[in-house]
């Protein structure tokens, strides 16, 4: 294990934000996590996770030692005629191990394929996409407990997966994820509800071409990081009472909206934002993508003050046009490494 000091961060989040640590450690086993937060104690410095940087707002300095994940492996820990059991290493590349499933016939995460980042992050927003949520096949998520001090296991129950949310986001500093065991299917159950979906899979209803389809519409509409650096949707899909969505609705009947289980209505912040006038809008570097207005920007060498300039703009714009309130999705850090609640508008 080798600290390394005043570590440049800006190639490892996807918004290409500026960010030196003071303090930055590559692990790549489970005995050099507990050495780097052994260290971290003794030097008394916070400790900020590093995964694959694709949901993250960094400041410019950071006193803190960042630990950045490289643990791997595949492995099969279990099979039967109807599911196998997989234990992946937080540090597997996220689309990477999707594909990985698809060509042995795993069933369940083809819709989630090509979103940024890495296993280990994928429980902590619950990531999801057309239809689907990591969280459904989440069996058990391995982590180290930071208050107990111990490696320890959290069932897909005790990690409280709801939309964009889970345990990870309610007690932010206290678990590392080590590993993902995921509960794939062996035999197809394709998901072709959202959107038009089922209109691009059309005759070939197989996991390979279900898989391909997603990967074909998300990259008409989202931008890739390497081109236009980026954090995927900015902002989280408003859920909003039934009156409220009723009174909206009278206005804009065109509002996409997707109703809850609990009664409840989703919105979408993409539509919000569009109508709102903010599509291909910038404030100085920074703007909503022209193809998807959910998706924030840095066009060039914007600094976490430029991000947060243009993004409370476009809060304030939807709050005043709809009287809905939007939530960032990604996760504020501050100077120390903590990870900071955003403030409203
Ligand atoms: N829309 C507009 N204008 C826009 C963007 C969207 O009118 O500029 C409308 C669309 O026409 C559609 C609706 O808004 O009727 C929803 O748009 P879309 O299907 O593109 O999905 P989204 O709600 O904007 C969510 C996820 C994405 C995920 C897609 C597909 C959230 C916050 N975002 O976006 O997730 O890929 O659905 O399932 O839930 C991410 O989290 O980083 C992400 C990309």
Redesign the pocket.
């Known amino acids: 294990m080798q600290v390394k000091q005043h570590f440049q961060l800006q190639a490892l989040n996807t918004l290409n934000l500026n960010s030196t640590a003071s303090h930055y450690v590559q692990i790549t086993s489970t005995g050099e996590l507990e050495e780097a937060l052994a260290y971290a104690k003794a030097e008394q410095l916070n400790v900020l996770i590093l995964s694959g940087g694709s949901n993250m707002l960094l400041p410019q300095q950071i006193r803190a030692l960042v630990i950045h994940i490289h643990l791997q492996g595949i492995d099969v820990l279990d099979e039967n005629d109807q599911h196998v059991w997989v234990k992946v290493g937080a540090g597997q590349n996220w689309h990477e191990f999707v594909l990985y499933s698809t060509a042995h016939d795993w069933f369940g995460l083809q819709n989630l394929a090509l ?1 940024p980042g890495l296993v280990g992050a994928s429980p902590v927003q619950n ?5 689907v949520e990591a969280g459904e096949f989440i069996e058990q998520v391995h982590v180290y407990d930071r208050e107990l001090e111990q490696f320890t296991n959290l069932s897909a129950a005790e990690c409280h997966f709801a939309y ?1 949310h889970s345990i990870f986001k309610e007690q932010p500093n206290r678990y590392v994820i080590v590993a993902v065991t995921f509960k794939l299917c062996k035999h197809p159950n394709l998901k072709l509800a ?2 038009d979906l089922r209109q691009a899979v059309g005759e070939d209803q197989t996991a390979e071409n279900l898989q391909k389809q997603v990967i074909a519409i ?1 990259q008409s ?2 931008p890739d990081p390497k081109e236009f650096p980026n954090a ?2 900015f ?3 408003p859920v909003i009472s039934i009156a409220q969505y009723q009174a909206l609705s009278q206005l804009y009947p065109n509002l ?1 909206h997707y109703p809850q289980p609990n009664g409840e209505v989703k919105i ?4 919000l ?2 109508q709102a006038g903010w ?1 291909g809008k910038r404030l100085g570097a920074v703007g909503m993508f022209a193809r ?3 998706v924030l920007v840095n066009y060039e060498a914007a600094s976490l003050d430029d991000v947060q300039l243009t993004y409370r703009a476009v809060q304030a714009a939807v709050q005043q046009k709809f009287g809905v309130t939007l939530t960032p ?1 990604p996760v504020l850090f501050n100077e120390l490494g903590l990870i900071q609640p955003h403030v409203s508008v």
Request: glycine content about 18%.
């Open positions: 979103i990531i999801g996409a057309y239809g964009r959202y959107g998300r509409k989202l995927g949707s902002f989280q899909n996409p979408a912040a993409g539509w934002i569009d599509k998807q207005a959910l999705e």
